[in-house]
């Protein structure tokens, strides 16, 4: 077997030098009968090139977004990504690398988490950044926790823009921890009346911008008010390249900010692994969930980082730690952070510009199919329309046609009456031709 | 003295000269400045053309400040992360012993695999007609799963080990709510010895946490498990093999006796490693056991993740499995994304995250149980056990076993007993130990051994490489009990940085880079 290095006669000397017959007997603390004596009833090893054939088998049943037309959003975007970043994070150092509890000779992953904490903050607008949670979804389920922390309540009121997905996260978590959660109706038109759920009694409000349906939201006047009433607001975003085009939630009085960070530097991968962004302001920093990472000076006075503040943690708070959150998605900042420093604000400016001017040229060709309707007022890279038939059904038929034309309404929300509105982003990877052919084959499917 | 190339290579005169650098770079070790010190708010590595004119439709949401990021061209980001990766140590730099954490060899095909368009370049909400290969792949690792733990469901969703425990222990949450002990059953058994990833999580899903005291050999006894038993006790969390390396001897009678009382049996399986093929948790009386794909499994760590957690669950748990997951009944297969889509029977607790879980980390799981097969799976355990006691045989009579009676598992379990006198630490033990070029195993975890140092070698160790750091660390030993403190105390001397000042970090937290003010105002 390729991977175990091993030969029998070695295995014969160290059980000879352990004193112990056979290896079994090292299994002795194994409950009568409860050791297994044969190999379980599943296939045997296999060389490389029979793995190669099978994963190759079952990868090709999928049609890869690269391959079409392609408008698929609604939390995970298709992006371009840098050679360079793909070449780095598969160095042996960062990739077999485990979590930098020994500073010294963890150098590498400590300055790249000092300088990720660091963008995202600029990013977002916010003083502080932790070193990333698993994802959007669970991130927001950790500041609403932190929310209920700060603020001694334990009340969240979630916008009906927020998406469902991470609403239903938060529902989770919440309802395991009896905490109560208040999820506003989908709001597809970004005009729901948010202000009049907060009062003395709620800890945060949860508003994502973009929102699900790709509408931009105002937030200071949801600040204002949660402020008032000694509430945070917790500002969600799912698509992080926004933030080179929009006005950064920590500039509209955002006291979290957690958003979904896979746009940058990170393939689609079906869903996962992605990575959480979470920043807030510097004085709920003990509050935080995650790894935090900061510099210092070692025995020589050269600065070096470590990973601090872990009193706040689990392996050393134990039951009273602010979050059990260990593993994160190390390789994914690292994707991450690797991309946007080839961006820089000079590229993820120009980038974000590219996103918006070709959803904009989209939503105006799908404006003129007929039956088709925009409901967005302001959009960033992804906007709703409403179709003369239910979206389910016209994104199987644009699929038969070679083109994935974004999500229905109805898959996320099935129940809700949405079932006429579908959800189209587009990135840079969509040219003019790709335009084209969704508009052309959208008239098709509903003539 | 000439070397191969014939010329002289004067190893003695260079050996006595040492000198401070001009740049404070040693060779191969440079130097590397943040990318806010080197790169320009101006710069940027990549190219894209400037659209075309369009009607803006950001209203009043467009940005009006900049960001405040400097870019790097490309020549300057390569050089700047390789000089960073090469501050790391890593599985493929030499041997990672850390106990807890299998740090085993990650295999490059597995990488390959997760690469294939068809897996990596797929959005989660895509139309499901498009992407059966990706349902393929989830419902053959959760056969594997399966197969290899004896249980009868698999929830796939959870995204690390931790989160994989708060899946568990929400179904353990919903299926007491469903036998109307909701409000009575509240309270999580927790080992001492237990990861703290176990009391955090039973906290934070609403659980009081009690513990279980640790008995004198390293083993949790069933006599101090029923005593605390009652109508008020939802479940036990309890890892198999322990943290102290042994498995379980009373693990069936555990599991029998929180049966008997109501309660469930949630396993941590961060050490599956040492047992896969050689016991399943399903023949022991196990509820629920979240599965490290990134440990027993071999997706890479990558420096603190991603991970991956999936739960497999007994019967008595499976109709609460969280959404999504995948319905396969009569030959035919559906996902089900929704509460009210699931199959009759069924009542998910929820949903612990935004998509299907960490595809990345299947496909790298499935290519590593393909490659090894049921035989590879099996033999790569009975290896991580073999090379634990081996290096456990050749350091026991320097180093202080806590728990000589029973054999250690995939895991060698040291105390500081041996160290008392000695002035030195067993952080100063690990510290040394980097200046042999090794990475320190566990320290101060379980905390239930003082001075803990938890060696896991895994299975990817030649027998050279075993003997080589047995004698490194019996050399190390000698010399702390010959009172050669100065290898330890001050080490270590050759790594990248020396060591840190951990307490002026937390206490005047640096948490990113801010622009230094000139010398000037600063004094004002």
């Known amino acids: 077997m390729r991977y175990l290095p091993l030969t029998d006669t070695d295995r014969e000397d160290m059980l000879a030098r352990i004193g112990v017959p056979s290896v079994d007997a090292l299994f002795s603390d194994v409950p009568a009968g409860k050791l297994l004596t044969e190999p379980l009833d599943l296939p045997r090893a296999k060389g490389e090139l029979e793995v190669e054939r099978i994963m190759g088998r079952m990868a090709a049943k999928n049609v890869a977004a690269t391959s079409v037309p392609f408008f698929v959003g609604a939390g995970a975007y298709k992006h371009h990504v840098p050679a360079t970043v793909d070449h780095l994070i598969q160095r042996s150092e960062f990739l077999t690398s485990y979590t930098p509890y020994q500073p010294e000779i963890a150098q590498g992953t400590l300055q790249y988490l000092f300088e990720f904490q660091t963008q995202v903050a600029a990013l977002t607008g916010m003083e502080v950044a932790n070193a990333s949670m698993y994802d959007g979804s669970t991130g927001t389920a950790e500041a609403v926790l932190m929310a209920h922390r700060v603020t001694k309540r334990r009340k969240a009121v979630l916008s009906g823009g927020l998406h469902p997905h991470y609403t239903q996260v938060v529902e989770t978590l919440s309802e395991m921890a009896s905490d109560e959660v208040v999820a506003l109706p989908a709001d597809v038109s970004a005009s729901e009346d948010i202000l009049s759920q907060i009062d003395d009694s709620v800890s945060c409000v949860v508003v994502q911008s973009p929102d699900v349906f790709g509408n931009l939201r105002d937030l200071a006047p949801i600040a204002e008010k949660a402020h008032a009433h000694g509430a945070l607001l917790i500002a969600v975003f799912t698509e992080v390249v926004s933030l080179g085009a929009v006005t950064p939630p920590g500039a509209q009085g955002a006291d979290i900010v957690v958003g979904e960070g896979q746009s940058i530097g990170n393939a689609l991968n079906f869903g996962g692994p992605y990575v959480g962004l979470f920043a807030a302001k510097s004085k709920y920093v003990r509050q935080m969930p995650g790894r935090l990472c900061g510099e210092t000076v070692d025995a020589d006075g050269q600065r070096g980082f470590v990973l601090t503040l872990s009193t706040r943690e689990q392996h050393i708070r134990r039951d009273k730690a602010t979050s059990n959150i260990c593993t994160n998605s190390g390789l994914c900042v690292l994707a991450f952070t690797i991309h946007m420093t080839l961006l820089g604000q000079a590229g993820l400016s120009r980038l974000a510009e590219v996103n918006h001017a070709n959803a904009v040229k989209l939503a105006d060709a799908l404006a003129g199919v007929k039956g088709v309707k925009v409901l967005n007022e302001t959009f960033f890279n992804e906007f709703t329309i409403r179709l003369p038939k239910p979206a389910a059904a016209v994104v199987e038929a644009l699929a038969e046609k070679g083109v994935l034309g974004g999500v229905p309404a109805s898959r996320l929300m099935p129940g809700a009456g949405l079932d006429d509105l579908l959800i189209v982003a587009n990135t840079e990877i969509n040219t003019d031709d790709d335009r084209a052919a969704f508009v052309a084959a959208l008239g098709e499917v509903l003539a | ?524």
């Open chain 2, 1 to 524: 003295m000439l070397n191969r190339q014939g010329r002289p290579t004067q190893a003695g005169a260079a050996a006595a000269e040492t000198h401070e650098t001009f740049t404070g770079n040693r060779a191969l070790q440079q130097i590397e400045p943040l990318i806010f010190e080197i790169g320009h708010h101006e710069t940027t590595g990549v190219d894209i053309d400037k659209p075309t004119p369009f009607k803006s439709r950001l209203g009043k949401h467009a940005r009006q400040d900049g960001i405040g990021l400097p870019g790097l061209s490309e020549p300057e980001a390569m050089r700047h992360y390789v000089r960073l990766s090469q501050k790391n140590y890593g599985i493929d730099t030499g041997l990672f012993p850390l106990g807890s954490c299998t740090m085993k060899h990650n295999a490059r095909l597995n990488e390959k695999m997760a690469r294939l368009p068809g897996f990596s370049d797929v959005h989660p909400l895509q139309p499901v007609s498009t992407v059966p290969g990706a349902l393929d792949v989830m419902l053959e690792l959760a056969r594997y799963l399966m197969t290899l733990t004896g249980m009868p469901a698999v929830a796939l969703s959870p995204k690390a080990g931790a989160h994989g425990e708060a899946c568990g222990m929400m179904a353990i949450k919903a299926a007491i709510a469903a036998k109307g002990e909701g409000a009575t059953r509240k309270i999580v058994l927790v080992p001492e010895s237990a990861h703290g990833t176990n009391p955090a999580t039973a906290a934070l899903i609403g659980f009081t946490v009690k513990s279980v005291p640790a008995r004198a050999d390293g083993t949790v006894a069933v006599e101090d498990v029923k005593a605390l038993l009652g109508p008020d006790v939802a479940a036990i969390m309890l890892t198999n093999p322990n943290t102290c390396g042994i498995f379980e001897p009373e693990i069936v009678e555990i599991a029998a006796a929180m049966h008997e009382a109501g309660a469930y049996f949630y396993c941590d399986g961060a050490n599956f490693n040492a047992i896969v093929g050689k016991a399943r948790p399903g023949d022991l009386g196990v509820d629920a056991m979240h599965i490290n794909l990134h440990k027993t499994f071999s997706t890479p760590h990558g420096g603190g993740g991603p991970g991956a957690g999936p739960v497999v669950l007994s019967e008595r748990l499976a109709p609460f499995a969280p959404v999504p997951f995948i319905h396969a009944e009569d030959g035919k297969s559906r996902l089900v994304e929704h509460k009210a889509d699931a199959p009759e029977g069924n009542d998910p607790f929820g949903r612990m995250t935004a998509f299907h879980g960490q595809m990345g980390m299947y496909v790298r799981a499935l290519a590593y149980m393909l490659s090894h097969g049921s035989d590879g799976m099996k033999q790569a355990s009975e290896d991580a056990v073999l090379n634990a006691n081996y290096i456990r045989a050749g350091l026991s009579d320097l180093m202080s076993l806590p728990f000589p009676d029973h054999p250690s598992m995939h895991e060698a379990l040291f105390d500081d007993d041996w160290l008392k006198g000695t002035g030195v630490s067993t952080l100063d033990f690990a510290k040394a130990m980097i200046d042999e070029g090794y990475h320190p195993m566990t320290v101060y975890f379980p905390l239930v051994v003082h001075g803990a140092m938890l060696i896991e070698p895994t299975e990817s160790e030649s027998k050279a490489s075993l003997d080589l750091f047995i004698a490194t660390l019996r050399d190390l030993a000698m010399a702390a009990k010959g009172n050669d403190k100065t290898r330890f105390t001050a080490a270590p001397h050759h790594a990248p940085i020396r060591r840190l000042d951990e307490t002026r970090a937390a206490r005047q937290p640096v948490l990113k880079w801010e622009k230094p003010q000139p010398v000037k105002e600063a004094a004002e």
